[in-house]
């Protein structure tokens, strides 16, 4: 007991000391500042309890802690709603992707085939009067070697006339075109 009481007699003798010092003795010092710490809450508390303060203080903050706590069950309930409409925009997202995805392949099948078809018709147009045309040149060139021929037979025949007719047969050829132009005009009139 006397080394408790120590203390709080050589703080009444400290201030005749002659000046303030340093004390070394960890133990001494402690029981020092706990007994000025003490006499403080004594003198300003006046009926305060001390372990009501205390018992407050950790009541705010028990309560501070459970509030926040509520706080963080809130904001994570509260985001895993969140993550859970995120989610079901992105499947609706991406089933309005697959059907646009769906529909544009089909679109693109479908202007593929009318495409090839408006081709084929375009071909068959393009046929028509390029046949017309393999068909006229044909005709024209089947009508120059037409001429080409009675020409040339035609110089044949002069040729022939030419050599085996000799005035006489001339002659009675000439009377007998004449005899059929008679008839001919004597048969319209």
């Given amino acids: 007991m006397k080394n408790v009481i120590d203390p709080f007699i050589s703080l009444i003798y400290w201030p005749s000391a002659g000046g303030f010092g340093s004390n070394t003795n960890i133990l001494e010092t402690n029981i020092i500042n706990s007994s000025v ?49 995120a989610r079901a925009c992105l499947r609706n997202v991406e089933m309005i992707a697959d059907e646009i995805q769906v529909k544009g392949n089909s679109q693109i099948e479908r202007e593929k085939e009318d495409l090839l078809n408006t081709a084929s018709e375009n071909l068959e147009q393009l046929e028509d009067p390029k046949n017309e045309t393999i068909y006229s040149e044909q005709q024209r060139a089947f009508d120059q070697i037409r001429q080409q021929v009675s020409r040339q037979a035609l110089r044949r025949a002069i040729g022939t006339l030419n050599s085996r007719l000799n005035t006489e047969l001339h002659l009675r050829t000439i009377d007998h075109n004449i005899g059929l132009l008679r008839t001919m005009m004597n048969t319209n009139d």
Wanted: charged share 30%.
């Fill in 37 to 85: 710490v003490l006499s403080v809450l004594i003198y300003f508390g006046k009926g305060v309890c001390a372990s009501c303060i205390l018992s407050n203080l950790l009541d705010n903050r028990k309560q501070k802690i459970l509030e926040t706590n509520r706080k963080a069950k809130e904001l994570c309930k509260g985001a895993i709603d969140q993550l859970e409409k």
